[in-house]
């Protein structure tokens, strides 16, 4: 999953968004200056990490993209679930996409200190572009799409992958939320949500 999911599932406890943020660009137990609520984070972020890098739901959509772009199909599957939960945020949360997404802008401009440098740089993307909001558009997801193909050696073209998500679009939508369903409640059991 990408930065809207590893939010939204991390249900409103500010540290968690913080970790789940953040758990990419942190290597190994590399937690030093962090508060014990963001390494929860941080491993609640690799936890959904492995739920949905092993779910056979996820890995069926992902077979979709995996002959045009081996490698990179997992890449794409995580902005694609995202786009199909922006898209169809008002299902899963009360507030909608735009004032949820400023909420989490705030929330990391008020955390900053707490993030690493790479964090930082995506932080300074997201928020110009209003990445959060623009996954719920084929535009948006191409865009951030074409931005990453940018940053990859040899120009890999991750937006070639449109044409494919337009054709079989109704099938992965309906995948996701299998998938979703059975994420959501699966973290709603780990400790870092429960307390206990």
């Keep these: 999953m990408n930065y809207l999911a590893?939010?939204?599932?991390?249900?409103?406890?500010p540290e968690l968004i913080?970790?789940?943020?953040?758990a990419d660009s942190l290597q190994g137990n590399q937690f030093e200056g962090l508060t014990e609520g963001i390494v929860q984070g941080v491993r609640l972020h690799r936890k959904i990490d492995?739920?949905?890098?092993?779910?056979?739901v996820y890995l069926t959509s992902k077979h979709k993209f995996r002959k045009d772009f081996d490698k990179y199909s997992g890449v794409l599957m995580d902005i694609i679930y995202d786009h199909f939960l922006a898209r169809n945020f008002h299902e899963y949360s009360d507030k909608n996409l735009q004032d949820y997404a400023s909420y989490i802008y705030y929330l990391l401009k008020d955390h900053y200190q707490f993030l690493?440098?790479?964090?930082?740089?995506?932080?300074?993307?997201?928020?110009?572009?209003?990445?959060l909001f623009h996954y719920s558009t084929l535009d948006g997801i191409e865009s951030v799409l074409t931005h990453l193909s940018h940053r990859i050696r040899h120009r890999f073209e991750l937006q070639r992958a449109i044409p494919i998500l337009e054709k079989e679009y109704d099938v992965i939508h309906e995948e996701f939320r299998v998938f979703f369903d059975d994420l959501q409640a699966f973290c709603k059991m780990q400790p870092e949500l429960t307390g206990e």
């Design 18 to 22: 913080i970790g789940n943020f953040i």
């Design 6 to 13: 590893h939010s939204f599932l991390s249900y409103n406890k």
């Design 50 to 56: 492995s739920f949905t890098d092993s779910h056979p």
């Design 116 to 131: 690493p440098e790479n964090a930082k740089r995506f932080y300074g993307y997201m928020t110009e572009r209003n990445i």
